[in-house]
């Protein structure tokens, strides 16, 4: 530690720290409601994960473990450079396991694995505002929230079904929380909006640019909008991963040439290694141990 | 000017003893029902006990007006929380961003405190209570967001009126107060969220 002498301990200094912290707890108060806080520039360009960053920082302990996700992968640009960020301003135990992580920081994806009761996932947000394109101002969008007035979401649904028969949202798939607040679930697959409802683990949202900060408190109910008649349904895929054989979960296309050939692999890098240590083998996966004879 | 004599250390390690706290509150308020242990050793001056000393410490500075209760305010307190954390005391309920109360205080209506704005519902007050014990009083169930079903508490020393003054909160969602339980260097976490119902027995 002594050679971070010029930093406080995560980078931020302490008010800012109680500022992110009392953001924090009522975001936990009010599940889904996006309060504000003076995001504060970080030693990264917006659009790199600050808000997130920042929500790590104000929570994080020295005890704790650290997993940072980019897309599901632990070896991605953003999630290398923002671990090494945390090893170097916090001195902070990192892994890739999620089981072993107490805290995860993620970009667009939620592992595969079910979090538990002492695990924190923290969501690098871009636009915290589900309204936002829909309607681009925000004393309107705010007054929406207020009065609970979401039809033009589901004129939006609607819209899509017009158009394309179904609802063609596929990311950032609109949530209602505890059936009060409508949420932007970051631009995570609709795949894993399942995992959200009623998860074990606090899920807290950060987003530094446009300077709000959501929670969803555990065990707490997240409904994906639909109708009746277009229930949401998540994608599926018609093969398994190809490096561990593993169905009903998030896959990656990989291009292999210019001649088309493509594999399809699991998103979530530390589930797919888990199970090929457990000896699970995709199709693409060759015979490891022939190919060493 | 406070005199020195009377004047307490705050944390020892400002910026772990914070974050421990810190991740206590959020827990509690997390997981409404569960109790939440404060770690770190510190002396509360007198009136307060060591859970409602470190939340003071964790989360109030200059940015949040603090109401503290007629005896609270009196004492050693004031002088305490403005030098350690610099924040500005208030008498003004329906303005401040916490408020303190010591075990057996009376504790006003809730609607007397912030409740927030239907635009802005976080703008309201966290109210840290201070109770005769976290356990071993009438039964409360509760359900909500954070509780996986329902759970329970017993908490011994609320206000007679306060599951009556509570129904009026939760129905105010999402405007409404926050409220933290304190005993000892022990805490309950209970959200506008939470439902709260007496059991028999």
Known sequence: MTALADYNFAYLDEQTKRMIRRAILKAIAIPGYQVPFASREMPMPYGWGTGGVQVTASILGPHDVLKVIDQGADDTTNAVSIRAFFQKVANVAVTTKTSEATIIQTRHRIPEETLGVNQVLVYQVPIPEPLRFLEPRETETRQMHALEEYGLMHVKLYEDIARHGRIATTYAYPVKVAGRYVMDPSPTPKFDNPKMNQSAALQLFGAGREKRIYAVPPYTDVVSLDFEDHPFEVQTFEKPCALCGARHVYLDEVVLDDKGGRMFVCSDTDFCETRREEGHRGEMLGDIKEAAE | MVATATLLPGFADPVFDAQAVFRAAMDALARPGTIQQIGCPLT????????SAALMLTLCDYDTPVYLSAALAQG??????????????????????FAFFEKGSTLPAFGHFSQGTQD?????????????????????????????GATEIAPLGLPATFLDQWRVNRALFPRGIDLILTCSNRLIGLPRTVNIKALEG
């Open chain 2, 76 to 97: 050693v307190v004031p002088g305490w929380l403005g030098f350690h954390a610099g924040a500005k005391i208030t008498s003004d309920k329906s303005t401040c961003a």
């Open chain 2, 44 to 51: 509360p001056p007198k009136g307060l006990c060591a859970a």
């Open chain 2, 120 to 148: 802005y519902p976080d703008r309201s007050t966290t109210i840290i209570l201070e109770v005769a014990s976290l356990e071993g009083g009438a039964r409360l169930s509760l359900s909500g967001p954070g509780i996986n």
